[in-house]
């Protein structure tokens, strides 16, 4: 199962589930299914998530097992 900080770090950010769907160009509904787990990203979404939160893909996501970073 691939884990994410996503929700905690739009936090952070003052974002909204719309803005950061915005932002890296899908909905607010494929966000929240991401902050949930219930959908991977693509690769392409992954990197535009993490530029959004100025860091690197393997900060924001992990697979289960792994250390977080």
Do not use: C, Y
Request: proline share 1%; hydrophobic share 40%; glycine share 10%.
């Amino acid at each position: 199962m691939l884990h994410n900080k996503v929700k905690e770090l739009r936090a952070r950010f003052g974002f909204t589930q719309g803005d950061l769907g915005e932002r890296v160009g899908v909905t607010r509904q494929t966000i929240g299914f991401i902050e949930k787990g219930n959908f991977s990203p693509s690769i392409t979404l992954a990197l535009k998530m993490a530029r959004e939160f100025e860091i690197k893909v393997d900060e924001l996501f992990w697979l289960e097992g792994e250390k977080k970073l």
